[in-house]
Nanobody
Framework: QVQLVESGGGLVQPGGSLRLSCVASGSRIRINAMAWYRQAPGEQRELVAS???????AYADSVKGRFTISRDNAKNTVYLEMNNLKPEDTATYYCKVDGRWGTFGLSLSAFWGQGTQVTVSS
């Protein structure tokens, strides 16, 4: 089975910072791109940032210049450094990975972690 475990969320004041982590584990897991999504109450889940296996990154316009995505391939871990946080960043943050796992090379696309809550409030 595959597990995605996010951590690092919490309550922070506007202008503050947080660093999220997500560890992917599973039998014969082979990861290509990694990404962070978020979902606020009553809203659709949206892509926040992504990083390819080669290290190329992409960001939603709303977080450009404030968030930085990075990865540690040896640890199957993706990070999201969030600076200058705003109340509108409040959401549950999820990681997602692209790739294959297991003996038969099944897709990783169906798996989501449990999410980590980020609340930005004074």
């Amino acid at each position: 089975q595959v597990q995605l475990v996010e951590s690092g969320g919490g309550l922070v004041q506007p202008g503050g910072s947080l660093r999220l982590s997500c560890v992917a584990s599973g039998s014969r897991i082979r990861i290509n791109a990694m990404a962070w999504y978020r979902q606020a109450p009553g809203e659709q889940r949206e892509l926040v940032a992504s990083v390819t296996s080669g290290g190329s990154t992409a960001y939603a316009d709303s977080v450009k210049g404030r968030f930085t995505i990075s990865r540690d391939n040896a640890k199957n871990t993706v990070y999201l450094e969030m600076n200058n946080l705003k109340p509108e960043d409040t959401a549950t943050y999820y990681c997602k990975v692209d790739g294959r796992w297991g003996t038969f090379g099944l897709s990783l696309s169906a798996f989501w972690g449990q999410g980590t809550q980020v609340t930005v409030s004074s």
